[in-house]
């Protein structure tokens, strides 16, 4: 299949439920249901028609704030088939930016679960735009329970003027619920509109299109190698694309099974792939790092393993030894893989065979990339410069921030706000997030390299390297450690450490021991809430 053979993912999706009716398409690790492809399109369709009942069609926006379940999974097609911007919402997001998300994509819909609701409902009265708040809940059956609260219908049972309202979704089987009725999908026209982290300030929301979907899967499916025998472990949450995409549409285009998990547990990570028979996951690099500890000795006896081909490892850069550690100690090589929101998901992989580049996130799978400096212009083999990129699998702009459109797209490039290089063989490496680069006395210094060499000592589990003022140099090198259990080190044993691998002016100045460095809902390393500490 080919990504123009689609106009749309409803058309991926029916496609597939017409060649694989009957075949498992989702196990629901967290209560054990199954959806067959025929199932699952059954209740997508449900989905579907209570959000168009409620006056939701082509261009509309519908908020996802959940956590991973088979009814996020669904409000993602439901949204999909009906032409609607499906609008994730982090789940560990505080009520002031919940309201900024959903304000800024002037969404008339929220799905949410009962546990999130509190959040969502300490700043309704600011968001006059929601017309409705659906409901997502589970059964003992295999079909979910949606309600809508409403603050539009006759009050006649209200909690703080908020009417529940149970929507009857029994009336038919999902097999036989029909589609929605057609309605014309273009590949230009958007699918989901998903907030960037906001590090540099109030988030922007980025609009991926249903043709930017479209080749990033068939992209990410081609280049593993996927077939329909392949189960993916969805354990990243379905609230950032790497999720949505590599475990979730990569497998559909394949026509593979999703195991669907409700989160990262190190203590149940194996028994789950034994369970199910996965055949590859999506990760991070604490992840892989929590298995190493958790698992000295490798895979548990008595597990069966031996079908998984591989990990992917993507959001953040992998520290080698990290990554050398989990392939020698559990006989699965990792996939390290680049990209952004702004780029669907993936754009490189790093391959697993001889020419594998280590510390490399690998070459490009379909879109163009290069090197620039600060004018534009193309770098040479190994000059570090800003990362940028083009093609199809690029967003289709900033929603309602064309100024941001216009400077990221300069040049007819987007450019990434990462540092990097390519070698001579075209291989990339990222050195650093550009806004985390360290100038110190005029040098500059990038924190993944000392965090590499932090990685390396024994006694190291975590590591974090940020730039704190200095009124000498402007900037000075401050590494945040967390040791392994039971291990005891000084400061001065850290820096030694460092003083031995690397320049002196790269080393830290100060070491700061933490119980636990912060990490964001994907167990990446949130650096800039180091500064605070």
Request: charged share 25%; with cysteine.
């Given at each position: 299949m080919t990504a123009g053979a689609f106009a749309n993912i409803r058309e991926l999706?029916?496609?597939?439920?017409?060649?694989?009716?009957?075949?498992?398409?989702?196990?629901?690790?967290?209560?054990?249901?199954?959806?067959?492809?025929?199932?699952?399109?059954g209740e997508v369709n449900r989905v579907a028609a209570l959000l168009a009942a409620l006056g939701i069609a082509k261009g509309d926006r519908v908020s996802l704030y959940l956590t991973n379940s088979a009814?996020?999974?669904?409000?993602?097609?439901?949204?999909?088939?009906?032409?609607?911007?499906?609008?994730?919402?982090?789940?560990?997001?505080?009520?002031?930016?919940?309201?900024?998300?959903?304000?800024?994509?002037?969404?008339?819909?929220?799905?949410?679960?009962?546990?999130?609701?509190?959040?969502?409902?300490?700043?309704r009265d600011r968001l006059p735009m929601v017309r409705h708040v659906v409901g997502a809940g589970e059964l003992?059956?295999?079909?979910?329970?949606?309600?809508?609260?409403?603050?539009?219908?006759?009050?006649?049972?209200?909690?703080?003027?908020?009417?529940?309202?149970?929507?009857?979704?029994?009336?038919?089987?999902?097999?036989?619920?029909?589609?929605?009725?057609?309605?014309p999908l273009a590949p230009d026209d958007e699918a989901i509109i998903i907030y960037t982290s906001g590090t540099t300030g109030k988030p922007k929301g980025v609009l991926l299109t249903h043709g930017n979907l479209l080749t990033n899967a068939r992209e990410i499916a081609q280049w593993l190698q996927l077939t329909a025998d392949d189960r993916s472990l969805m354990i990243m949450p379905l609230f950032h694309?790497?999720?949505?995409?590599?475990?979730?549409?990569?497998?559909?285009?394949?026509?593979?099974?999703?195991?669907?998990?409700?989160?990262?547990?190190?203590?149940?990570?194996?028994?789950?792939?034994?369970?199910?028979?996965?055949?590859?996951?999506?990760?991070?690099?604490?992840?892989?790092?929590?298995?190493?500890?958790?698992?000295?000795?490798g895979v548990p006896a008595g597990l069966d393993t031996h079908g998984l081909r591989f990990a992917l490892c993507g959001s953040a850069p992998v520290p080698v030894e990290v990554m050398k550690t989990y392939e020698a100690r559990f006989r699965c090589p990792v996939i390290e893989g680049y990209g952004l929101s702004e780029s669907t998901c993936r754009s490189t992989f790093n391959p697993t065979n001889e020419h594998r580049r280590a510390g490399s996130v690998g070459l490009p799978i379909g879109n163009q990339m290069n090197v620039f400096d600060d004018q534009d212009h193309e770098l040479a083999p190994l000059q570090v410069g800003e990362i940028v990129m083009?093609?199809?699998?690029?967003?289709?702009?900033?929603?309602?921030?064309?100024?941001?459109t216009r400077e990221a797209f300069r040049s007819g490039w987007f450019h990434t706000g990462d540092l990097g290089y390519r070698d001579d063989e075209g291989f990339y490496y990222v050195v650093d997030r550009k806004s985390d680069m360290i100038i110190r006395g005029g040098e500059n210094i990038y924190p993944r390299e000392i965090?590499?060499?932090?990685?390396?000592?024994?006694?190291?589990?975590?590591?974090?390297?940020?730039?704190?003022?200095?009124?000498?140099?402007?900037?000075?090198?401050?590494?945040?450690?967390v040791l392994r259990d039971g291990c005891a080190a000084t400061e001065e044993e850290?820096?030694?450490?460092?003083?031995?691998?690397?320049?002196?002016?790269?080393?830290?100045?100060?070491?700061?021991?933490?119980?636990?460095?912060?990490?964001g809902p994907t167990g990446k390393l949130l650096k800039r809430e180091l500064s605070r500490q």
């Amino acid at each position: 299949m080919t990504a123009g053979a689609f106009a749309n993912i409803r058309e991926l999706l029916e496609q597939q439920v017409e060649r694989y009716p009957n075949k498992p398409f989702l196990f629901v690790e967290s209560d054990r249901r199954v959806f067959t492809y025929r199932e699952f399109d059954g209740e997508v369709n449900r989905v579907a028609a209570l959000l168009a009942a409620l006056g939701i069609a082509k261009g509309d926006r519908v908020s996802l704030y959940l956590t991973n379940s088979a009814e996020y999974f669904i409000a993602y097609f439901a949204c999909f088939k009906l032409g609607a911007w499906a609008g994730p919402v982090n789940a560990m997001l505080k009520p002031q930016e919940i309201e900024f998300i959903v304000s800024n994509s002037e969404a008339a819909v929220v799905v949410t679960q009962a546990d999130l609701y509190a959040n969502l409902a300490a700043v309704r009265d600011r968001l006059p735009m929601v017309r409705h708040v659906v409901g997502a809940g589970e059964l003992e059956s295999k079909s979910s329970q949606w309600s809508v609260i409403s603050d539009q219908e006759p009050a006649s049972e209200t909690t703080s003027d908020v009417l529940f309202m149970t929507w009857n979704l029994s009336a038919t089987t999902p097999s036989e619920q029909p589609a929605p009725g057609p309605r014309p999908l273009a590949p230009d026209d958007e699918a989901i509109i998903i907030y960037t982290s906001g590090t540099t300030g109030k988030p922007k929301g980025v609009l991926l299109t249903h043709g930017n979907l479209l080749t990033n899967a068939r992209e990410i499916a081609q280049w593993l190698q996927l077939t329909a025998d392949d189960r993916s472990l969805m354990i990243m949450p379905l609230f950032h694309v790497n999720a949505l995409m590599t475990t979730g549409l990569a497998a559909l285009w394949a026509g593979a099974s999703i195991v669907l998990a409700p989160r990262f547990s190190a203590s149940r990570h194996w028994q789950t792939i034994s369970d199910y028979g996965v055949t590859y996951f999506g990760s991070v690099a604490t992840m892989l790092s929590r298995l190493n500890h958790t698992y000295p000795e490798g895979v548990p006896a008595g597990l069966d393993t031996h079908g998984l081909r591989f990990a992917l490892c993507g959001s953040a850069p992998v520290p080698v030894e990290v990554m050398k550690t989990y392939e020698a100690r559990f006989r699965c090589p990792v996939i390290e893989g680049y990209g952004l929101s702004e780029s669907t998901c993936r754009s490189t992989f790093n391959p697993t065979n001889e020419h594998r580049r280590a510390g490399s996130v690998g070459l490009p799978i379909g879109n163009q990339m290069n090197v620039f400096d600060d004018q534009d212009h193309e770098l040479a083999p190994l000059q570090v410069g800003e990362i940028v990129m083009r093609g199809a699998n690029l967003m289709k702009g900033y929603y309602k921030n064309e100024a941001a459109t216009r400077e990221a797209f300069r040049s007819g490039w987007f450019h990434t706000g990462d540092l990097g290089y390519r070698d001579d063989e075209g291989f990339y490496y990222v050195v650093d997030r550009k806004s985390d680069m360290i100038i110190r006395g005029g040098e500059n210094i990038y924190p993944r390299e000392i965090d590499e060499v932090l990685y390396e000592h024994a006694k190291v589990k975590d590591a974090a390297t940020i730039g704190v003022p200095d009124k000498l140099y402007g900037e000075e090198v401050k590494s945040f450690v967390v040791l392994r259990d039971g291990c005891a080190a000084t400061e001065e044993e850290i820096l030694a450490h460092c003083r031995a691998r690397l320049a002196d002016y790269k080393c830290p100045k100060t070491v700061a021991f933490l119980d636990d460095i912060p990490k964001g809902p994907t167990g990446k390393l949130l650096k800039r809430e180091l500064s605070r500490q």
